[in-house]
């Protein structure tokens, strides 16, 4: 087994919304968007960090202790693997396996492919949650490594996907549309956020889009939550959803209907 190494923020057991069956979710670090909603805004860096945080000790006492959080660590793709392994008979029973989230997976790509080889070797199932937002060649190189890929369409619009997550839409798009050439197994994920991606526009152009997909039959619909909100806080970040009014649940329903409608089987939640 290969000595490469990677930087992994969190590893998650007995996860049930990543993917199908019982599963591992592990964490890498870094990625290359920076959604206004991102849940998990500790992964956008991808070296590890140090936080310091300051405790007040009561209500407008000036006195205080300081903590020192760390996030992210180096780990070998042997620690890894040795985790997962652990936990293989709750993959054969349930038909789960292994999910590589983020961040985003692919902003490691050697580590990544080097953990999706050794899990192949030992028939574990594979999931890729990601933004597809890679090069060609990074998405060509892993792409028969994986199972099942998690696939996220968040915006159309190339202006606003650029305006809430900082980068443009067209090698997500185009990626999407390189592995539905190659018959992949994915899944489309779709967040809703109130006044930006659950817009009736926004639905359509989705919609439309991934008919043009071949292979795409699943749609993952991903309610905003504020969930992420103490995470903003404790690591002192600004927080641009802060007090956003969530989605009633007849508008996510409608989102449903819409897809159903076209033949789509999908799921609220992950």
Same mark, same amino acid.
């Given at each position: 087994?290969?000595?490469?190494? %990677?930087?992994?923020?969190?590893? @998650?057991?007995?996860? /049930?919304?990543?993917?199908? *069956?019982?599963?591992?979710?592990? =964490?890498?670090? %870094? ?11 500790? #992964? ?26 760390? /996030? ?21 029973? #349930? ?6 989230? *983020? ?14 080889? &050794?899990?192949? @070797?030992?028939?574990?199932? !594979?999931?890729?949650? !990601?933004? *597809? ?10 792409? &028969? ?12 619009? &190339?202006? $606003?996907?650029? @305006?809430? !997550?900082?980068?443009? +839409?067209?090698?997500?798009? &185009? ?36 008919? #043009?997909? +071949? +292979? ?18 404790? =690591? ?6 802060? %007090?956003?009014?969530? #989605?009633?649940?007849? !508008?996510?329903?409608?989102?449903? $209907? @819409? =897809?159903?409608?076209?033949? =789509?089987?999908?799921? /609220?939640? *992950?």
């Amino acid at each position: 087994m290969t000595m490469t190494k %990677g930087i992994v923020f969190d590893i @998650k057991k007995y996860s /049930i919304h990543d993917g199908p *069956g019982i599963r591992t979710t592990v =964490f890498l670090k %870094g990625c290359p968007l920076k959604c206004w909603w991102c849940q998990n805004p500790e #992964s956008q860096k991808l070296e590890p960090e140090i936080i310091k945080k300051i405790n007040r000790r009561k209500h407008l006492d000036l006195s205080y202790s300081e903590t020192i959080e760390r /996030i992210g660590r180096e780990i070998s793709v042997q620690e890894i693997i040795a985790e997962i392994e652990r936990d293989l008979v709750f993959y054969d029973q #349930s038909g789960g396996g292994v999910t590589f989230s *983020g961040g985003e997976p692919l902003m490691q790509p050697d580590f990544l492919y080097e953990l999706l080889l &050794e899990c192949r @070797k030992r028939e574990i199932h !594979t999931a890729l949650d !990601t933004s *597809g937002y890679a090069s060609s060649e990074v998405i060509s190189k892993i792409s &028969e490594k994986v199972d099942l890929f998690l696939y996220d369409l968040k915006l159309m619009d &190339e202006k $606003e996907h650029i @305006k809430y !997550t900082g980068v443009s +839409n067209k090698p997500i798009l &185009e990626n999407l549309k390189g592995l539905s050439e190659e018959n992949r197994k994915i899944i489309i994920r779709i967040p809703v956020i109130p006044g930006i991606t659950d817009t009736d526009r926004n639905i359509n152009q989705i919609t439309e889009f991934v008919l #043009s997909v +071949n +292979n795409v039959k699943e749609i993952d619909l991903l309610p905003y939550n504020h969930l992420g909100d103490s995470k903003y806080t404790r =690591f002192n970040i600004p927080n641009r959803m802060a %007090g956003l009014k969530l #989605s009633p649940s007849n !508008t996510i329903e409608k989102i449903k $209907e @819409k =897809f159903e409608n076209k033949n =789509f089987k999908v799921k /609220i939640g *992950g």
